[in-house]
């Protein structure tokens, strides 16, 4: 008996220096807080309840929810799966068929890309929550040392009119935001050149809030176009390298700390989201901003920008094709439901969405019914609504620099939770690529290091006065069709090549073949087999042929900015393109072996981290078991008795 233990000891020894050491979450809901707080970001927050104002208010729910259903969940159940199955992130884990490896690496380069301006939205706000620490907003009223000539800051009925100044004949329409009478207060002509003093104010065709002003010229020091790069704002500069050191010290120690982090970043948002709201709710013209939000407009429903406009925001908002959640899911224990997971986190992530919405447009009621302008003309998308719109709000609620402090306080949690696990799949990528950084701490922590280092030093561009003419540049062009395509090949690659009754002996280790062997489960083959691969190559066609040259607001960027565009969003493709044309390279003049290798499932790269694991997956697929895992096998059943 002694001798068999040692026998049974020796093969256990051999067996664990061929796994690599690799973390695991430690809590029950590690892994499911930190892809809701991977999911929840700030496009929830500023995104969607623009879209669904813009297309249609309530009638918006119905493609969301039926894309949620039919693509959202599908693409997050098989990212999981592929993760935890494999135990690697994104780089290496799309083992399954090998000319579609390349998958992982268009995963890493999009990411990068997010990764370099997504930590300078989370420096902005850690500006603007210092700045608010003080008894008076300083963007509460106009300055002249840094606010507009159209800038507006007594919205009293009895001091300000909004006019459209479209009668030309009896009307002046000044640059400044300004309408004046044709006939100055001197009996001559009116001209905007004229000393305002001379000039008879009719009222105002584009008023400026004061936090507008001082977004752009104090926050930004905006230039006056991309192409006007202007120097580096220094308080960006420190605002960006504090948001760098925090998402540093969050990742270094691994997800030992992230894992429990993420019970405070993950959680807390929801508690201010709710506190923001109760305040929002009871403001006079909430109801008419609420209303605004979700009264349908069915008409909406015919036309096809909903559609895409619906699918596009359940892709973004779940990060699919990004590789966080391969890279979160790669550190569950194998046995985890992942299907539950995957099912819990896409209809977490659209509620929040939809919450959200009725907390800001309650915000966006209020000041409507405050400045008297039409809800249309006070909503505006992206940063607008986070740095401009909602900042101003909340300067007419007393005491305003609490509601500033606890906004921006969420939006630097919401931002830190998605930016954790954005660092986290290029530390994944690179550890299971060099797995030797692994065994020793200090390899780990330089990695890390490093890694932080080259993705702060690329994102210093967005610093410059030119710095937010970026942000949206690279937000818009770095996933664009791509993306979907990207998506798309995920669901191919399964499907059509390496086949859906493989992948679900694959699931059925994992969470069990009561599941799997359901009749309903034949639900998520339809999905992965059709609707996914189709819709998303349909939404890839059809955002190649609607591409419109960037613009925000009236500024349109210039012709090499386009063309720099398409070539990031073909960057983003050509890890996957490049990979499969290497392969194909490789076995015509290298190798010498039969293309049609390059589309077959490739069972010997393919396969589970663990030895146990992988040899069950052998024996459900029915491939050659070598004697040596034999008596490994045996081994693990001497353990258990």
């Given at each position: ?82 993760g ?148 580096i ?40 989201l ?19 939000y ?176 970026w ?17 798309a090949?995920?669901?191919?690659s ?10 679900k ?25 059709f ?19 960037l613009?925000?607001g ?74 040596k895992?034999?008596i490994?096998?045996?081994?693990i059943?001497?353990e258990?008795?």
């Amino acid at each position: 008996m002694s001798s068999e233990n040692n026998q049974s000891e020796t093969n256990k020894n051999e067996t664990d220096s061929l796994e690599e050491k690799r973390e695991t979450w430690s809590g029950k809901f590690d892994f499911f807080l930190s892809a809701l707080g991977y999911a929840v970001g700030l496009g929830n927050v500023w995104r969607f309840p623009y879209l669904c104002y813009r297309n249609g208010g309530g009638v918006f729910f119905i493609p969301y929810f039926i894309f949620m259903l039919l693509v959202g969940i599908p693409l997050v159940f098989l990212e999981l799966g592929v993760g935890q199955f494999t135990s690697n992130g994104p780089l290496t884990s799309w083992k399954m068929v090998p000319i579609f490896r390349g998958i992982g690496l268009s995963m890493n380069i999009v990411n990068f890309y997010l990764v370099l301006y997504y930590n300078m939205i989370i420096a902005y706000s850690l500006y603007y929550l210092v700045v608010s620490l003080t008894s008076k907003l300083p963007w509460q009223e106009c300055n002249p040392s840094w606010s507009s000539s159209n800038c507006v800051d007594d919205y009293d009925p009895q001091n300000f009119r909004l006019v459209t100044c479209e009668d030309y004949n009896n009307t002046l329409k000044c640059d400044n935001g300004g309408c004046f009478n044709i006939t100055a207060l001197t009996g001559s002509i009116a001209n905007c050149s004229t000393n305002q003093s001379n000039l008879d104010l009719i009222g105002w065709w584009n008023p400026s809030f004061p936090s507008q002003d001082y977004w752009n010229n104090v926050i930004l020091m905006k230039s006056s176009g991309i192409d006007d790069s202007g120097t580096i704002v220094w308080q960006l500069l420190v605002a960006l390298i504090v948001a760098w050191i925090i998402s540093w010290a969050l990742v270094v120690k691994g997800i030992g700390i992230s894992g429990k982090v993420v019970y405070f970043t993950a959680l807390f948002p929801y508690v201010v989201l709710l506190i923001l709201g109760i305040r929002g709710w009871i403001l006079p013209g909430a109801a008419k901003g609420i209303e605004f939000y979700i009264k349908p407009d069915f008409s909406k429903l015919s036309d096809i920008k909903v559609w895409t406009d619906a699918a596009s925001q359940i892709f973004f908002s779940l990060s699919i094709a990004y590789g966080g959640l391969t890279s979160l899911a790669s550190y569950n224990k194998f046995q985890t439901n992942i299907m539950r997971d995957a099912i819990t986190l896409t209809l977490s992530n659209c509620l929040s969405s939809i919450f959200a919405g009725f907390v800001i447009f309650s915000y966006m009621g209020y000041l409507s019914y405050v400045t008297g302008q039409p809800i249309d003309q006070v909503v505006q998308p992206g940063q607008g609504l986070a740095f401009i719109v909602y900042p101003y709000a909340v300067t007419t609620i007393p005491p305003a620099p609490l509601w500033a402090i606890l906004f921006f306080i969420m939006m630097i949690l919401l931002g830190i939770d998605s930016m954790m696990t954005s660092v986290e799949i290029t530390i994944t990528s690179v550890l299971d690529f060099f797995p030797k950084l692994r065994k020793k701490s200090m390899y780990k922590v330089i990695t890390i290091t490093v890694i932080c280092i080259i993705q702060f030093t690329a994102s210093i561009n967005f610093t410059l006065q030119s710095g937010t003419y970026w942000i949206e540049f690279v937000d818009y062009y770095s996933g664009n069709w791509a993306v979907f395509f990207v998506g798309a090949l995920e669901a191919i690659s399964i499907s059509w090549f390496y086949g859906l009754n493989n992948f679900k002996k694959d699931l059925s280790l994992m969470i069990g073949e009561k599941y799997t062997n359901s009749k309903l489960f034949y639900g998520w083959f339809v999905c992965w087999f059709f609707i996914c691969p189709v819709y998303l190559l349909v939404l890839t066609v059809l955002s190649l042929v609607n591409s419109k040259p960037l613009r925000t607001g009236s500024y349109v960027y210039p012709r090499w900015a386009q063309i720099l565009g398409q070539l990031m969003t073909l960057s983003t493709f050509s890890g996957t393109l490049l990979w499969a044309i290497w392969l194909i390279i490789r076995n015509l003049f290298i190798t010498k072996r039969p293309l049609i290798e390059l589309i077959k499932p490739d069972f010997g790269n393919w396969k589970p981290l663990r030895k146990s694991d992988q040899l069950r997956m052998n024996r459900i697929h029915g491939l050659a078991v070598k004697q040596k895992d034999e008596i490994y096998e045996q081994t693990i059943e001497i353990e258990k008795f």
